[in-house]
């Protein structure tokens, strides 16, 4: 089963933080490590492309889960279940392309997992594939997409809800007519105090402005984790400007992957 697949199947319960989300992570970005050391981009990282090595699964606790139409099975079948195994294979290489492609696509990645520069059109390299991991990584933590949407404006609104204003370099870069689209970049705007910012409160309809305004900051994602050194991690792979954002060697030296005590596999 892919990540998404169990997640489903679970009600989209998410993975605990130890050992399962902290070892799918490390996985993950040590595909990318080895991936863009031959300077390949996978260009369509998502739950539905990281498999489990192994479908059986345990009850949380460690005690296996059983099956069957017994009413103690029925009874274990209600406890939450998780992955026996956190071993996991990422797959797809259909759109994988070598950085120095002279053919590379302007579109890459499925909507939810991709990043602003593709959106904005300021040129995508490896860290487009930061960023998918930086998605996944949270939604594997929260059972839910970290960016719900399928409309470019609120796609970029969130990511502004969520992370923070746009770096001024990347609007500037945008193609005209790209980012001018999303965001206030006259001299009008300039002198109103309003340059950079997101169309989103004018252009959205109530029902998009209302999912805008309900999506948190990042940090408010994981409050109840955030002496783990999850926050660090994921803000790290999330960041907007992808010259800032961390490559996966940096990303795997951090903290949270560090942390091997007694009381964080609990």
Same mark, same amino acid.
């Given at each position: 089963? &892919? ?5 489903? +199947? @679970? ?16 996985? %993950? ?5 080895? %991936? @863009? ?10 739950? $539905? ?8 699964? *345990?009850?949380?606790? =460690?005690?296996?889960?059983?099956? =069957? ?18 071993? *996991?294979?990422?797959?797809?290489? =259909? ?19 991709? =990043? ?8 995508? &390299?490896?860290? &487009? ?20 949407? @399928?409309?470019?404006?609120? @796609? ?17 870069? &945008?193609?005209?007519?790209? +980012? ?16 950079? #910012? ?24 994981? $409050?109840?984790? #955030? ?40």
């Amino acid at each position: 089963m &892919s990540l998404y697949d169990f997640l489903k +199947a @679970h009600n989209y319960r998410p993975y605990p933080l130890y050992p399962h989300v902290r070892d799918f992570a490390r996985q %993950l970005l040590e595909s990318l490590e080895f %991936l @863009h050391g031959m300077q390949l981009i996978h260009t369509d990282l998502k739950p $539905e492309n990281i498999l489990l090595c192994d479908n059986a699964v *345990v009850a949380k606790g =460690g005690e296996v889960a059983r099956e =069957g139409g017994t009413e103690e099975g029925r009874s274990k079948k209600r406890v939450m279940e998780v992955p026996a195994s956190t071993q *996991v294979k990422v797959i797809d290489f =259909g759109g994988a392309t070598y950085d120095d492609d002279a053919r590379k696509s302007t579109t890459i990645n499925t909507r939810q997992y991709r =990043g602003p520069e593709v959106i904005l059109e300021v040129g995508w &390299s490896y860290p &487009s594939d930061l960023w998918s991991a930086g998605c996944i990584i949270a939604e594997l933590y929260t059972g839910d997409v970290l960016f719900a949407t @399928h409309d470019n404006l609120e @796609h970029l609104a969130l990511i502004e809800r969520c992370l923070g204003p746009f770096p001024r370099e990347m609007l500037v870069k &945008s193609p005209k007519g790209v +980012a001018d689209k999303f965001f206030y970049l006259t001299s009008t705007d300039r002198k109103d105090g309003g340059w950079g #910012r997101c169309r989103w409160r004018e252009e959205l309809d109530a029902s998009s402005q209302r999912h805008v305004r309900r999506m948190p900051w990042l940090e408010e994602v994981f $409050e109840r984790d #955030r002496d783990s050194g999850i926050i660090e991690l994921v803000r790290g792979l999330v960041e907007i400007d992808p010259r800032e954002r961390l490559t996966a060697t940096q990303a795997l030296a951090l903290p949270f992957f560090r942390d091997t005590t007694p009381a964080a596999m609990e």
